[in-house]
């Protein structure tokens, strides 16, 4: 596990991270306290991938095309 404030994470990072943070619950060696702080750890890894999917959708823009298909510029991204 890292040192790093989760705040200050890449989503690669942060992704990378939980991932092993999963690992390790999932392989149920681990003794209580500790599996209580790597649960808080992974809640707040998966939150920060979270913010940053959102973040990176906001920036998607779709692009717009005419009738005959050429491109006319481009409009917000819709998730719905």
Known sequence: ???TPVK???FEEAMAELEQVV???????VPLEQSI???ERGEAL???CEEQ????EEKVAAITTDAQGA???TK????Q
Do not use: N
Not at 23 to 29: P, R
């Open 1 to 3: 596990m890292s040192d």
């Open 37 to 39: 702080s790597l649960y």
């Open 76 to 79: 917000p991204f819709d998730a």
């Open 53 to 56: 999917l959102a973040a990176a």
């Open 8 to 10: 200050k994470m890449s």
């Open 23 to 29: 690992g390790k619950l999932e392989h149920g060696d």
């Open 46 to 48: 998966k939150k920060r």
């Open 71 to 73: 491109p006319t510029g």
